[in-house]
């Protein structure tokens, strides 16, 4: 189907701080003879940095102004062979035409930080008992020979169309599916070839190995090597010897009281009684008084933090630290908006999603909750002002989170 079938990923493993950004810039206004594909997870990165600082380079992010979608204006650009800059959201949502638009070009790749390539499936569309209903009823299957995938075998000639018409098009491009455990738990697959028909691909990251993403290309068959035509400037050892001299992790009387909650999003979510959700806004709110609304920031499930409305007050109340101006999402990466803070109070005990977990642990490829933990908390904790080698104090109230972090500081050799 395509010409490209690029079955390895080159990988620049770099801890923040240590220049990697910059490097691929460089490297990318050295080698101007190449087309290049710039991807990352803000707008202000696509449409700021990278145009600016590669200007010879001429890239262009798509807009919506003379197309109906930045899709659209995208497909466009890929067919005239322009360098093109754009989120992690819309190369989600490629379609095959942009696949064959990069397939003809020839592109290079550059994934700024690591893209779910696999993630739960939502239940806003179909509840997972109709998939039961349709597999009872001979018109889907589950494919456990291939990595679980729901296949769609209602004949055309006997399909009526209409209710499932969006459930027939997943199976098609082959995004939906099981895991072997049970049928209620499904996951959705981005296509492969989304890295694949590019002459290179390009990841930079930090911890990559045992990453969701590492382990989903392993178990697509995607190998990997490491990208040694940029040079950090600094070492990870450097890096974490400077900031160990810049954080303090303290607690509060009032944060000590709930050491002993689970603060997991299946616990906040569910079990947690409202006299323990209370005690943990008093945590926060009793940790975030190191700092002002300016200074500090914190983390917890985005459910807790939610607009309320006349039928759904909100679960958290946290006076004088407004979500608008101090909740920072867990998995926030890349964004500099937020490196005047110097207060930060994670009050999350984070594990991977369980039916991805599940999902890639039924089929040979399981995910370390601990390293899967460690990886997001250390770019949250890089939002802040150490970012620009300035002190911060982090309160944890999740024990687990602390003891990860204290762990990775600490596992830190001698700088050269």
């Known amino acids: ?12 493993d770099a801890i923040m701080g240590s220049g990697k950004t910059k490097g ?26 990278i145009v600016n600082d590669c200007e010879e380079l001429e890239f262009v992010s798509p807009t919506s102004e003379e197309f109906n979608t930045k899709g659209d204006h995208l497909l466009h650009l890929l067919k005239e062979g322009c360098n093109v800059s754009f989120t992690h959201s819309l190369f989600k949502q490629m379609s095959l035409e942009h696949l064959k ?78 895991t072997k455990r049970s049928r209620k738990m499904m ?23 045992g990453s969701i993403m590492q382990r989903f290309m392993a178990m697509k068959g995607i190998t990997k090597k490491i990208f040694t035509e940029v040079q950090p400037t600094k070492t990870e050892a450097q890096v974490k010897q400077e900031a160990s001299e810049l954080i303090e992790i303290f607690r509060t009387p009032t944060t ?3 050491k002993n909650l689970s603060l997991s999003s299946g616990w906040y979510g569910g079990s947690a009684k409202k006299q323990d959700v209370d005690k943990v806004s008093k945590a926060i709110l009793s940790a975030c008084r190191k700092g002002n609304s300016y200074d500090a920031m914190y983390t917890l499930p985005k459910s807790l933090v939610a607009k309320a409305s006349k039928s759904r007050p909100p679960r958290m109340r946290l006076p004088g630290y407004h979500p608008d101006n101090c909740f920072v ?23 991977p999603l369980l039916s991805v977990s599940s999902y890639l642990r039924d089929y040979g490829f399981p995910i370390n909750a601990d390293e899967f933990a460690l990886s997001e908390l ?26 990860i972090f204290k762990d990775w500081v600490d596992n830190c050799e001698p700088a050269e």
């Open 1 to 12: 189907m395509y010409r490209h079938n690029n079955r390895t990923i080159e990988v620049l």
């Open 24 to 49: 691929i810039i460089e490297w990318m206004n050295q080698n101007p003879n190449k087309k290049y594909l710039y991807v990352s997870p803000l707008l202000s990165e696509v449409e700021g940095r």
């Open 101 to 178: 638009a990069i397939d003809d070009v020839g592109y290079t790749l550059i994934i700024d930080e690591e893209i779910d390539f696999v993630d739960a499936y939502s239940e806003s569309d179909y509840h997972p008992q109709d998939i039961l209903t349709l597999e009872k009823s001979g018109h889907v299957e589950v494919d456990e020979a291939n990595l679980g995938r729901v296949v769609w075998t209602w004949k055309n000639e006997n399909y009526e169309g209409g209710t499932y018409d969006k459930l027939k098009n997943m199976c098609h491009l082959q995004m939906l599916h099981c």
């Open 187 to 209: 996951v959705t697959h981005l296509p492969i070839s989304l890295v694949t028909v590019s002459e290179r691909t390009i990841v930079l990251t930090y911890r990559y190995e």
């Open 256 to 258: 000590s009281k709930v």
């Open 329 to 351: 999402f867990c998995g926030t990466k890349s964004t500099n908006n937020l490196d005047h803070k110097n207060v930060l109070v994670h009050a999350f005990n984070r594990y």
């Open 378 to 403: 250390i770019q949250w904790v890089w939002r802040s002002r150490i970012r620009k080698g300035e002190p911060i104090k982090i309160c944890f109230l999740a024990p687990r989170m602390e003891g």
